[in-house]
Nanobody
Framework: QVQLVESGGGVVQVGDSLTLSCAAS????????MGWFRQAPGKEREFVAA????????YYTDSVKGRFTISRDNAKNTVYLQMNSLKPEDTAVYYC??????????????????WGQGTQVTVSS
């Protein structure tokens, strides 16, 4: 079975940087697109970033473009989210997701993702 384990969350100050990691197991990692989503208190879970199977295509929600970078290491079965210039509105539980297909579209539009347990990111002002 697929398991996704996030790490790297924490409490940071406005303008700081943080890198989240998500280690995957259970099926061939390099066959599937990966993504990051987040859920703030009282809000629905929202898409943040996606990366295709090989890492050559990425896609971001507008609010994080230019600040966040998604990447993957298929040799390590791990996807990362580098977050720079963090803002209070970035505060949320961040979830790693593995799509059922290989493209970023499968992350953004798919409905049958595997999910990690989430990691809390708090940006303090």
């Amino acid at each position: 079975q697929v398991q996704l384990v996030e790490s790297g969350g924490g409490v940071v100050q406005v303008g700081d940087s943080l890198t989240l990691s998500c280690a995957a197991s259970g099926r061939t990692f390099s066959n599937y697109a990966m993504g990051w989503f987040r859920q703030a208190p009282g809000k629905e879970r929202e898409f943040v970033a996606a990366i295709n199977w090989g890492g050559g295509t990425t896609y971001y929600t507008d609010s994080v473009k230019g600040r966040f970078t998604i990447s993957r290491d298929n040799a390590k079965n791990t996807v990362y989210l580098q977050m720079n210039s963090l803002k209070p509105e970035d505060t949320a539980v961040y979830y790693c997701a593995q799509a059922q297909g290989s493209s970023t579209t499968d992350v953004v539009q798919g409905t049958s993702h595997y999910w990690g347990q989430g990691t809390q990111v708090t940006v303090s002002s």
